[in-house]
């Protein structure tokens, strides 16, 4: 891979999947820095702080679809009616293989593309080649 992205937020209720995301991102000089929030509400809110702030914002925003409080659709459509509307790439990252998610996500203009869980070095090198 070439040089790693510098931050990437993680979207997703487990913790598991976030912490074994986070060593293939470093295994594969893919990325050394995420910011990570357990669900669509936490995420806007916190990403909004960071825009607020103008903290460093994410270069990729990884999505799940199914989680409490916000859902990733949810987050989406939240997502467009705040500043930070189009100035991050988001992919959806799931474990749902039906084609309604898939095709939904497809038609969202907001979202880059869908991965399906769990991620490997493949799914890292479509990530990159789309968003960067």
Known sequence: MTDPIDLICIIDDDPIYAFAVQKLF??????NNCVIFKNGQEALEGLSNLFNEQDTLPDLILLDINMPIMDGWQFLEAYKSTSLYNKIPIFIT????????????ETNSLVKGYVNKPLNLDSLTLIKSKCL
């Not at 470093?26 to 990325?31: A, D």
């Open 26 to 31: 470093k295994m594969n000089n893919f990325s």
């Open 94 to 105: 799931s474990s749902s293989v039906d084609t309604l998610d898939v095709n939904k996500a």
